[in-house]
Structure formats: structure tokens, C-alpha cells
T-cell receptor, first 113, second 117 residues
Framework: DQQVKQNSPSLSVQEGRISILNCDYT??????FLWYKKYPAEGPTFLIS?????DKNEDGRFTVFLNKSAKHLSLHIVPSQPGDSAVYFC????????????FGKGTHLIIQP | DAGITQSPRHKVTETGTPVTLRCHQT?????MYWYRQDPGHGLRLIHY???????DKGEVSDGYSVSRSKTEDFLLTLESATSSQTSVYFC????????????????FGSGTQLSVL
């Protein structure tokens, strides 16, 4: 049973516009959420995170929003750039444990020129 | 970049043969993880380690074993490889927090592409 869900396998956005990637989770024990970016033939790299005590975290062009009541988070990229084309993974953690992160299946973001 | 080296980067092997993948870190981080990435499944945890000789199973541990005899090395072994173990394998590390617990942010290696024919 998937605990972290990314229901859009792919997303195409025009350069300069906003990209919105969505993620839902089912485990109410998750209290820390992260987004990773992955290029082909490379390992995932950390992008941005948010603790469950917050509802928004911003880092440059990237903003993550968390709606705990809906068990939903989203990643906004504004403006989208060609280098943003990659697979984005949503991940979640129960910070009381040491058993790593639970990942979604990923969303392939394609930025169109 | 976090100092994580995975070897080999690519391997082709035959069904039934043993295979060992190596992860080496230079960060002296306590926690190490093995994930596999497959189309339609994202990243799934195989095994993890919270210290030398301390390991535990993840979500998809069947058919895999691990060992950690030194802080810097975490080995993943497929005792008898099967075609279903064809995948990209990623090692990850995370550090301890001064207040106790583990930093949830993982740093990943570049991956090992394993093909089992």
C-alpha cells in the first residue's frame, strides 16, 4: 500500500510559467517532507524540505506547501527553466525513526521552450 | 557533493550468480541506506544501517543481504541474482543530529545499474 503518492507520472510546462507538482500521503506519523530532483544517470539530489510544524517553505524559485489536514503537499517552481526538466520525487519521514525516507513514484517534469 | 562512491557503476550478470555492490562514504555519517529504483515504483528501501554491524530490513529486503564492518562501507549482496533484481541501486547516507536522532535529509550516490540476464 503506497504511503506516498504522486499521481501525475509526467507534467509538461512552458518555460517561464509556474510548475506545480503534487504529492499525497496516507501515514499520519509522517512529520517531515522532502522533494528530490533526479537527472538521468545521476543520483537524486535534495531540493527542499518542510517540517510538519510549518505550512510553507521557500527557497529561491522553489516553494513547498503543506496541508496537513488534507495530507497533501505541493512543490511550486516559478519561473520554470529548461534545467528544471527532471524527475521529481516526493519523500516523507517519521522523524522518530532511522529507517530512511518513503518515496513516491516520481513525476517527470518537462519544460518546453 | 557528499563523498559517496558506489561500485561498480554498471554490472551485467547471469541468473543464479552472487553479486555484491559496494557503497563507500568519506563523510563519517552513521546512517547508510540501500534503495532500488524501478519504473513505476520510485525508490524503495532495501536495507539500512544505523551503525557498524547494526542493520535492519527495509520494504523490499527479500533476496538481499547487507554488511557493515566499517563506518565507511556498506555492502549489498544478492546471494543468487534473479531477473527481478534488474534495477538501479542507490546508496544513501545521513548524519546524526546533535540532539539525537537522524537527519532526515539523505545524500545519494550516483547509482549502480545492474542487469540480471
Amino acid at each position: 500500500d503506497q504511503q506516498v503518492k504522486q499521481n501525475s507520472p509526467s507534467l509538461s510546462v512552458q518555460e517561464g510559467r509556474i510548475s506545480i507538482l503534487n504529492c499525497d500521503y496516507t501515514n499520519s506519523m509522517f512529520d517531515y517532507f522532502l522533494w528530490y530532483k533526479k537527472y538521468p544517470a545521476e543520483g537524486p539530489t535534495f531540493l527542499i524540505s518542510i517540517s510538519s510544524i510549518k505550512d510553507k517553505n521557500e527557497d529561491g524559485r522553489f516553494t513547498v506547501f503543506l496541508n496537513k489536514s488534507a495530507k497533501h503537499l505541493s512543490l511550486h517552481i516559478v519561473p520554470s527553466q529548461p534545467g528544471d526538466s527532471a524527475v521529481y520525487f516526493c519523500a516523507a519521514s517519521d522523524s522518530r525513526g532511522a529507517d530512511g525516507l518513503t518515496f513516491g513514484k516520481g513525476t517527470h517534469l518537462i519544460i518546453q521552450p | 557533493d557528499a563523498g559517496i562512491t558506489q561500485s561498480p557503476r554498471h554490472k551485467v550478470t547471469e541468473t543464479g550468480t552472487p553479486v555484491t555492490l559496494r557503497c563507500h562514504q568519506t563523510e563519517n555519517h552513521r546512517y547508510m541506506y540501500w534503495y532500488r529504483q524501478d519504473p513505476g515504483h520510485g525508490l524503495r528501501l532495501i536495507h539500512y544501517s544505523y551503525g557498524v554491524k547494526d542493520t535492519d530490513k527495509g520494504e523490499v529486503s527479500d533476496g538481499y543481504s547487507v554488511s557493515r564492518s566499517k563506518t565507511e562501507d556498506f555492502l549489498l549482496t544478492l546471494e543468487s541474482a534473479t531477473s527481478s533484481q534488474t534495477s538501479v541501486y542507490f546508496c544513501a547516507i545521513s548524519e546524526s543530529l546533535s540532539r539525537g536522532g537522524v537527519n532526515e535529509k539523505l545524500f545519494f550516490g550516483s547509482g549502480t545499474q545492474l542487469s540480471v540476464l
